[in-house]
């Protein structure tokens, strides 16, 4: 990505404090007619997703929890829908993850070192309480190197300013690795040594690495000879993460814990498959050696945090209360001249718990419980029976806008169809399921933002096979259907995952917010995202059904479903102060 030396426009400044429930905020949109006329004829703008007013939007940038208040950073373009060449790090913050309040942009294009776009990087808080952030600069050569920024008054906790360091850059690219494709440190642990490590994605060539660096103070910094991880035939290794977790339990660590009561993660987002994976396995720290259970395959069989539309993520730790938050970008499934239809062009998803499962081997997401304090109406399902064939619509609630839980029972599974999991591709299949007869347990599910008649409708389904050796689900979204418009991308996703036979159930949640659908498999186990764009099934002409095209019936254990209400996300009502 070539980028040209930015000229900012001025934003305007912070004029307001906004009192609400949460909290006292900040309104960096006075004036906000502009605002809620975006949203006018706008059917595909989210209600509870975080995204700026207008213009681009990809990474999340440093998360962090600082003085009471939550900052999330975010890579944005101020001046156009599309990806551009004056990248520069928006600020907003928040009480609770889900009402927000945007702040003037925390770092600029300015100096040589980042004149050319500020990309991403990661937030570490030192001791004492004192944050700092390392991000990518695209200096003035197109080179890409790492440079430093502090708050300007630590006693802030909007940290509104940001002081860049004056002998940046404190990290350019080493030998080995290729001088435009060196970015996005991730955040920086505490070794038992005393010395600080932050790992940074490249490439040479064909092989994607991750670097690893140390230092005494944060500001001087050594390469460590050998890669930390790499892979062959990847290409370059964006936003990597690494991380601690827990054996046992749901609470998340510090990055900088490292004992036998902790396994570690290392995420990575190969920018040539738009996908995050990760890896679990054991950190030897004195050998700076981290060993993962499996290796990179470039198959079904390895891990990914989510299915479908999720990159770029980011976790951080939260230690207020004590987990591991986990954020991505969630991208435009529509045209270049959409966006800049539109307006505005991408995402953040909900954020998301992550621990590690019972096995130890996978991690487990869910959406944070603080979105659970916009639902709205609700209605509720319990025991019904799905008979093969059978669809039924649950009414009562914003289908356009929802959050559904649900847990069905499932008939004995001796007579699943049989199947080679680790041979099979689970997207192509999900392709394939639709044009075929119906199997024996599943498809089983949820058609959301469906029309009336159902010419168009996204469907999150199971599918239960027998494997060699175990019982495994199938979980598909299917936006083949999705919309009468043409021009998209309506790629159906699919993933496979283990299913324990003594409990005889299997749930699903899915979080529906206009153009995005959030479902999350069997307790957070499997995650897929997709963004769609219906004609029909807009605002009050959604629906959302229930249904079972198995030859098998299912029973509705239970459904509850809600619709959600408006996040505060930007400040579209501006307060005096008070």
Not at 149 to 173: C, G, H, M
Request: net charge negative; aromatic share 12%; proline share 5%.
């Amino acid at each position: 990505m070539e980028l040209g030396v930015a000229v900012l426009l001025t934003l305007l400044s912070v004029d307001f404090l906004l009192k609400s429930g949460t909290g006292i905020g900040i309104d960096a949109y006075p004036n906000s007619i502009h605002s809620i006329k975006l949203h006018e004829g706008q059917p595909y703008r989210t209600s509870y997703h975080f995204q700026p007013s207008k213009n681009w939007m990809n990474d999340p940038n440093g998360p962090m929890y600082y003085k009471g208040v939550y900052h999330l950073f975010y890579q944005h373009n101020p001046f156009a829908a599309t990806f551009g060449d004056q990248i520069v790090w928006a600020h907003s913050v928040s009480y609770d993850l889900i009402n927000w309040i945007h702040l003037n942009n925390a770092i600029e294009p300015s100096e040589p070192y980042d004149i050319n776009s500020c990309w991403s990087g990661s937030a570490t808080i030192l001791p004492g309480e004192k944050p700092v952030i390392l991000y990518t600069g695209i200096d003035e050569n197109k080179h890409q190197v790492q440079n430093l920024a502090t708050p300007k008054d630590l006693s802030d906790p909007f940290l509104r300013e940001w002081i860049k360091y004056p002998q940046n850059p404190v990290i350019t690219p080493p030998n080995g690795v290729e001088v435009d494709n060196f970015r996005d440190p991730s955040t920086a642990w505490l070794g038992k040594d005393g010395k600080w490590r932050v790992i940074i994605g490249a490439q040479n060539g064909d092989e994607g690495k991750v670097i690893l660096f140390q230092s005494d103070d944060f500001f001087n910094w050594t390469v460590d000879p050998n890669p930390f991880y790499a892979t062959d035939k990847t290409g370059v290794c964006e936003c990597p993460d690494f991380f601690p977790v827990f054996i046992h339990g749901r609470n998340g660590v510090d990055t900088s814990v490292q004992n036998p009561s902790v396994r570690h993660v290392a995420k990575i987002s190969y920018l040539s498959r738009q996908h995050d994976y990760y890896f679990v396995g054991k950190y030897v720290d004195d050998q700076e050696l981290f060993i993962p259970d499996t290796n990179f395959t470039g198959t079904s069989l390895d891990l990914r945090y989510d299915y479908g539309k999720f990159y770029a993520s980011k976790t951080f730790f939260d230690h207020q209360k004590h987990r591991r938050i986990l954020w991505g970008w969630i991208n435009e499934s529509d045209s270049t001249q959409d966006d800049i239809d539109k307006g505005w062009a991408g995402l953040q998803s909900i954020p998301r718990q992550v621990w590690l499962d019972e096995t130890g081997k996978r991690l487990i997401q869910w959406p944070i419980e603080d979105v659970e304090k916009l639902r709205g109406e609700q209605i509720s399902i319990n025991g019904e029976k799905l008979e093969s064939g059978s669809r039924i619509e649950v009414s009562g609630i914003t289908a356009s806008q929802a959050d559904i839980e649900v847990i069905y029972e499932m008939p004995e599974l001796e007579n699943a169809e049989l199947i080679d999991s680790d041979s099979v591709d689970p997207q192509l299949l999900c392709s394939q399921e639709y044009a075929s007869s119906c199997g024996t347990i599943g498809p089983f599910g949820l058609s959301v933002l469906a029309s009336e008649d159902l010419i168009e409708q996204t469907e999150i389904s199971f599918h239960i096979y027998k494997a060699p050796t175990r019982y495994v689900g199938l979980m598909c979204s299917d936006q083949s259907r999705s919309s009468l418009r043409k021009d998209l991308d309506k790629t159906t996703y699919g993933a496979f995952f283990d299913i324990d036979p003594r409990l005889k159930t299997i749930s699903l949640r899915v979080l529906i917010d206009h153009s995005i659908v959030e479902s999350f498999g069997e307790e957070g186990r499997v995650c897929i995202t997709s963004r769609v764009y219906p004609s029909l099934a807009i605002g009050k002409d959604a629906h959302l059904f229930v249904f079972n095209k198995g030859t098998q019936s299912i029973s509705l254990s239970k459904l509850n479903a809600w619709s959600m209400n408006k996040a505060q996300i930007n400040n579209e009502k501006a307060l005096d102060c008070s």
